[in-house]
């Protein structure tokens, strides 16, 4: 499979690259390094022996992404990219709605207009805001107690009616 890893130089964007070449998947990346560095794509390719075919920029810029899924025969796509500090989604509530769900928005046009229909979503377990419980269940209610948080639980919201209004859309949020 050709998989896009948006955020694919971040933490868990460039372990799941190392994870997706060594199962023998192409991975094409796009980061625009706000939270990231180019050595994390330069260390998946050192430590697989494999070459990632790496985009810098945004996922907010359909010029980029249009480009990404007109040279590219993508199947999938994990999201991972967007804003993840809960103290600094108070701070700057705005810029994180802008950039989580702006950038889903935009990145899930692209998949349609482009017929990739299978998506993961890195979501949060900050949608369960604060728990009655530790460890959390899956079937606790979903509330949020920070912008951060409501920026996932919104998309998450944005992938159910994405997935009803078109069943061939196969979407899986994690948590």
Known sequence: MNVLVTGGAGYIGSHTSVELLNAGHNVICIDNFMNSKYEAVKRVEESTGKK???????????????????????????????????GESCAKPLEYYENNIEGLLILAFAMRDHNVKNLVFSSSATVYGKPK??????????????????????????????????????VVILR
């Open 133 to 170: 419980s530790v460890p959390i269940k899956e079937d606790f209610p979903l509330s949020t107690s920070n912008p951060y948080g409501s920026t996932k639980l919104f998309i998450e919201y944005i992938l159910k009616d994405l997935c009803k209004a078109d069943p061939e859309f196969n």
């Open 52 to 86: 990632v075919k790496f985009y810098e920029g945004d996922i907010r810029d359909r010029e980029i992404l249009d480009k990404i899924f007109t040279e590219n025969k993508i199947d999938a796509v994990i999201n991972f990219a967007g804003l993840k500090a809960v």
